[in-house]
């Protein structure tokens, strides 16, 4: 088995509102990152991915990452998207800047969720919106699943239990 070169913890992410954020706060609980757009077919997964926050709120922390590569379909402001999320989803999950997921300008967290040689586990790349990226509550790298995966899918929540 191989061991991450380097903890998810010590990556550097801002917040929607442009204040950082502390991963270290999240050690114990699993992580599921997922890049989110306003404007996609799979954009009403947003409701499900705030149901399966509150559903394991003790086990798990959702952070969405809005992504504007995929077919444009996250144009929006940091105002805007965060009006939309809750407007529309009541979404009060952590949300973040908005980050490139791919290409010459991917986010070191997408670099780490995307390369085995960084991640200790795999390598993978996102093919699209809301695709989701799941670590274990010690900050290893636990699976992926594609955008078509709801949040809710089995697939996803076997890994949690019920309370």
């Known amino acids: 088995m191989e061991v991450a070169t380097t903890p998810v913890y010590d990556l550097k992410i801002n917040s929607l509102a442009g204040t950082p954020i502390d991963l270290h706060k999240f050690k114990g609980k699993n992580i599921l990152f997922v ?11 947003y409701r499900d991915l705030q149901e399966l926050q509150d559903r394991y709120k003790d086990q798990l922390v959702v952070i969405g990452l809005p992504c504007n590569q995929f077919g444009k379909q996250e144009p929006g402001t940091p105002e805007e998207i965060q009006e939309f999320c809750e407007a529309n989803y009541g979404v009060s999950f952590l949300i973040t800047e908005k980050v490139d997921v791919k290409g010459p300008n ?7 969720l995307t390369q085995k040689k960084i991640n200790g586990k795999k390598n993978t790349t996102v093919k699209w919106n809301f695709q989701k990226y799941l670590i274990d509550e010690n900050g290893e790298f636990l699976d992926y699943y594609y955008s078509i995966t709801k949040p809710t899918s089995s697939r996803i929540t076997k890994h949690f239990k019920e309370t």
């Open 106 to 112: 991917q986010h070191p967290l997408y670099a780490w």
């Open 35 to 45: 890049n989110v757009a306003s404007r996609c077919g799979f954009t009403p997964q």
